[in-house]
């Protein structure tokens, strides 16, 4: 079993950044991919940003260029730098994490204010 932590998310101005992070822990030899995904009011959860083992990013088109994936294998965490926020990147953040099996956060709340 796997243990997804997500923390970093709050109320910022449009314009504005924040981390997140997405701390793994448990199983975790089990997982071969991690990534960002986000759920606005009335929308489906939607793919923001995915990392592999190997270090190989994606992005979804709406944040590229914005925000960065990464991770710290020795501290068995991802990232989300999430820059120059806009109103619409409101939405609850969640941690995912795949390989045998598939775990999600709990998810953390970003607020973008215009």
């Known amino acids: 079993q796997v243990q997804l932590a997500e923390f970093g998310g709050g109320l910022v101005q449009a314009g504005g950044s924040l981390r997140l992070s997405c701390a793994a822990s448990g199983s975790i030899f089990s997982i071969n991919a991690m990534a960002w995904y986000r759920q606005a009011p009335g929308k489906q959860r939607e793919l923001v940003a995915s990392i592999t083992s190997g270090g190989r990013t994606n992005y979804a088109d709406f944040v590229k260029g914005r925000f960065t994936i990464s991770g710290d294998n020795a501290k068995n965490t991802v990232y989300l730098q999430m820059n120059s926020l806009k109103p619409e990147d409101t939405a609850v953040y969640y941690c995912?994490?795949?390989?045998?099996?598939?775990?999600w956060g709990q998810g953390t709340q970003v607020t973008v204010s215009s």
């Open positions: 995912y994490g795949g390989g045998r099996g598939v775990y």
